[in-house]
């Protein structure tokens, strides 16, 4: 049974950076997609940015530029570099571990809070 945990989550100024990793327990196939998701208060949970097997990263158009998503499979981690945090960047951030048609799992998520 693989297990996602996640962790870097906190409380930053507008403008700051916080960095999220997720360690995945157990036997986790470098072949899934790895994926960070968010969701804010009232909201539905939406997807933030993926990163292939190959390391090719994706994001959704509102984080383009400001977040980074990494890999390494060697360490069963996944990195979430958030830089120049804006105020509706606030939510709860979801680990994902997705191979289509087989296998979905999920984080508990952390809290990141964007406030002055």
């Known amino acids: 049974q693989v297990q996602l945990v996640e962790s870097g989550g906190g409380l930053v100024q507008p403008g700051g950076s916080l960095r999220l990793s997720c360690v995945a327990s157990g036997r986790l196939s470098s072949s899934y997609v790895m994926l960070w998701y968010r969701q804010a208060p009232g909201e539905q949970r939406e997807l933030v940015a993926l990163?292939?097997?190959?390391?090719?990263?994706h994001y959704v158009d509102s984080v383009k530029g400001r977040f980074t998503i990494s890999r390494d499979n060697a360490k069963n981690t996944v990195y979430l570099q958030m830089n120049g945090l804006k105020p509706e960047d606030t939510a709860v951030y979801f680990c994902c571990a997705n191979l289509p048609g087989v296998n979905t799992y999920w984080g508990q998520g952390t809290q990141v809070t964007v406030s002055s």
């Open positions: 990163v292939t097997r190959d390391n090719n990263p």
